[in-house]
C-alpha cells in the first residue's frame, strides 16, 4: 500500500500540534514508521517562517515528547516540515497551498496523496472543508485526500448532522476519519484482544456471569484554558458523548464476524442502540451531575469550577457526571452499567471495572465473613493492564478467605516504549486503516443518546451537586450505587 503523502495541519500553532501530533510525528520516524515518502505543512495564522515555526516545535518536541530528541530524526523531520501563513477564510491562501503542495510533491514523491488534519476549533471544520474543495485540493484521482477531524463533532445531533451533510459533500465516508483519541489508547485496543482471544473470559461475558460494569475516568485537571468552550458543553458532551459511550461499545459489543473496521463499527452501533430509553424519571433518578468547587489537588488549592476564566460566575455546567444504564439485548439484559467522569478529581485514571457475580453462599461466606466479588479491571491510564482479584485461603489453621491479586502491569513490561494515542491514530490515517476512528453511525447514536438528557437538563432545574476539588465526586454518585447494594471500586 502507497502511504506516502503530505500531512497538512490546520492549527499548525495551536496546543494539540505542539503536545500530541509533532511528538507523535516525532515518535513514528523514530521507530521507522514514516512513509519514505512524506511532508508537513502547518498552517496557522501566526506570522512565522518555516524556519521559525521548526525552532518553536524543536522546543515543544523536547518538552512533550517522552523520547529525547535525537538529531538524526529531528534533521530528516525538519527539513520535510514547512509552515504557511493564511486565514482559514482566505481563498487565496488555498490556492497558494495547492501550489505549494503540488511542489512538494515532485520534491518529496508524495504521489498527491495528502491527509488533512483538523487541528482547529469546530467552527472552523465546514469552513475549511469548504474552501479545500472550491480550491480544488479534493480530487477525485487515483491519490487519495483523507480528512482527519478531531472532537467536538457538533455540539448536540442537529449540528453534527449538519457539520456531517457539509463534510461529506466533499470527502466520502471512508476518508474521514472522526477521532476518538480514547480508541488510540493501547488498553483500549487491547479490550477486544482481552475479550476474544481468551477462552476463560468470553463464556463468561454476559449477564449470567456479570454483575455490573463500571467504568470511569477521572482528571485531576479543571478547566485548563478551554473554559469557554466547556461551559457550554459540559461533561456530557465533552466526555460522554464519545470516549465513555466508545469503551462501552467496546466492553458490551458482540464479536465482529471479521476484524474490518466495518464489522467492528456494526457491533458497535447495535449497542448504541441498544441503550435503554432514557425518559425524565430516569434522567432524575439515575443520572448525577456535579460541579467542583474549591479544594486541594497534588497538594495545591486550586479554585471552584465558577472562578475558572472565561466560565460564567453562576454556571450551572456539570464537571461531573455519574450514570446508570443498560443495554437492552440478550446478552447484557439486566446488568447495570456505570459512568462516571469527572475533573477536579482525586486521581487521574481511567479503568474498566467487571464485577462478576457472586457465588452462592453454600459452602463459605455463610457466617459472618464476607467474600468479595472477581474484579477483572482493565487499567487504561496511567498505568495500563489487567488487574484481577479473586479468593483463596488465608495460609493457617482457621479457614479465613481472603481477596488475592494478579496484576499484569504493561508499563513495567513494555516501558516508555508503548505507542501513544496520537501515534497509533496517525499511523493508522496514513494507512487508510479507520477502525480507531468514529463512524458517522456512532456520532449519531452517540448524540441522540446524550441530546435527551442534556435537552431534559436544559429545561428543568435538575440539582447540581457540588464536590469539593480533589475528592472521588459528589457523595450522590456514591449513593446511584448503593441503591442496588454496588459501590464503586476505586482499585
Ligand atoms: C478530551 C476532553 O477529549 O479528553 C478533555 O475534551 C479531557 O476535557 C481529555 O481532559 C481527557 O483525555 P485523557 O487522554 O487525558 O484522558
Same mark, same amino acid.
Request: proline share 10%; charged share 20%; hydrophobic share 30%.
Given at each position: 500500500m502507497d502511504t506516502s503523502c503530505i500531512l497538512v495541519i490546520f492549527?499548525?500553532?495551536?496546543d494539540l500540534t505542539h503536545r500530541k501530533l509533532l511528538p507523535a510525528i516525532y515518535n513514528l520516524k523514530r521507530s521507522q514508521n514514516?512513509?519514505?515518502?512524506f511532508a508537513i505543512v502547518s498552517i496557522g495564522r @501566526? $506570522?512565522?517562517s518555516s524556519e521559525e515555526y521548526r525552532e518553536q516545535i524543536y522546543l515543544s518536541l523536547k518538552k512533550y515528547s517522552k523520547y529525547i530528541i535525537e538529531d538524526i530524526h529531528w534533521d530528516d523531520i525538519s527539513k520535510r516540515l514547512f509552515y504557511k501563513n493564511f486565514?482559514?477564510?482566505?481563498?487565496k491562501g488555498y490556492s497558494e497551498l495547492k501550489t505549494f503542495l503540488e511542489e512538494l510533491d515532485k520534491k518529496?514523491?508524495?504521489?498527491g496523496n495528502r491527509i488533512f488534519y483538523l487541528?482547529?476549533?469546530?467552527?472552523?471544520f465546514d469552513l475549511i472543508t469548504d474552501n479545500l474543495h472550491k480550491e480544488g485540493l479534493? @480530487? $477525485?484521482?487515483s491519490s487519495f485526500q483523507r480528512l482527519i477531524i478531531e472532537k467536538p463533532?457538533?455540539?448536540d445531533l442537529s449540528s453534527a448532522r449538519k457539520l456531517n451533510r457539509k463534510i461529506t459533500e466533499v470527502f466520502s465516508e471512508e476518508n474521514i476519519y472522526r477521532i476518538d483519541?480514547?480508541?488510540?489508547k493501547e488498553m483500549i485496543q487491547s479490550l477486544m484482544v482481552l475479550r476474544f482471544a481468551n477462552s476463560i473470559f468470553e463464556p463468561l461475558w454476559n449477564n449470567k456471569y456479570i454483575d455490573n460494569i463500571q467504568i470511569s475516568s477521572s482528571e485531576t485537571v479543571g478547566v485548563e484554558n478551554r473554559g469557554g468552550y466547556y461551559d457550554e458543553a459540559g461533561a456530557l458532551k465533552d466526555m460522554v458523548q464519545n470516549h465513555m459511550l466508545q469503551l462501552l461499545t467496546l466492553c458490551a459489543?458482540?464479536?465482529?464476524?471479521?476484524?474490518t473496521s466495518s464489522s467492528i463499527k456494526d457491533e458497535k452501533v447495535k449497542i448504541l442502540r441498544s441503550l435503554e430509553k432514557i425518559t425524565p424519571e430516569k434522567i432524575s433518578k439515575d443520572i448525577i451531575r456535579g460541579q467542583y468547587i474549591r479544594g486541594i489537588v497534588d497538594n495545591k488549592e486550586v479554585l471552584s469550577y465558577r472562578e475558572e476564566?472565561?466560565?460564567?460566575?453562576?454556571s450551572n455546567t456539570e464537571t461531573f457526571v455519574a450514570l446508570k444504564l443498560h443495554v437492552e439485548n440478550f446478552r447484557w439484559a439486566g446488568v447495570p452499567f456505570y459512568i462516571r467522569t469527572g475533573k477536579r478529581m482525586k486521581n487521574k485514571s481511567t479503568e474498566i471495572v467487571i464485577q462478576f457475580k457472586s457465588m452462592p453462599?453454600?459452602?463459605?461466606?455463610?457466617?459472618?465473613d464476607e467474600i468479595l466479588p472477581n474484579l477483572l479491571v482493565i487499567?487504561?491510564?496511567?498505568m495500563e493492564g489487567i488487574f484481577f482479584q479473586f479468593n483463596t485461603k488465608k495460609p493457617g489453621t482457621e479457614n479465613i478467605i481472603i481477596p488475592v491479586q494478579m496484576d499484569f502491569c504493561q508499563n513495567c513490561q513494555f516501558g516508555i516504549n508503548t505507542p501513544e494515542a496520537y501515534e497509533r491514530l496517525l499511523y493508522d490515517a496514513m494507512n487508510g486503516d479507520s477502525t480507531l476512528f468514529t463512524s458517522w453511525d456512532e456520532v449519531e447514536y452517540s448524540w441522540k443518546f446524550v441530546d435527551i438528557i442534556s435537552d431534559y437538563w436544559k429545561n428543568n432545574n435538575e440539582t447540581l451537586y457540588y464536590y469539593e476539588s480533589?475528592?472521588?465526586?459528589?457523595q450522590k454518585a456514591e449513593e446511584l450505587l448503593l441503591k442496588e447494594n454496588h459501590h464503586w471500586w476505586n482499585i
Open positions: 492549527g499548525g500553532t495551536g514514516l512513509p519514505d515518502n @501566526k $506570522n512565522l486565514n482559514f477564510n482566505d481563498i518529496y514523491k508524495t504521489s487541528a482547529v476549533a469546530p467552527e472552523y479534493v @480530487k $477525485n484521482t463533532f457538533g455540539r483519541h480514547y480508541l488510540g459489543m458482540e464479536p465482529p464476524i471479521n476484524l476564566d472565561k466560565v460564567s460566575p453562576v453462599k453454600v459452602l463459605y461466606g455463610k457466617s459472618s487499567r487504561v491510564q496511567p480533589g475528592s472521588l465526586g459528589p
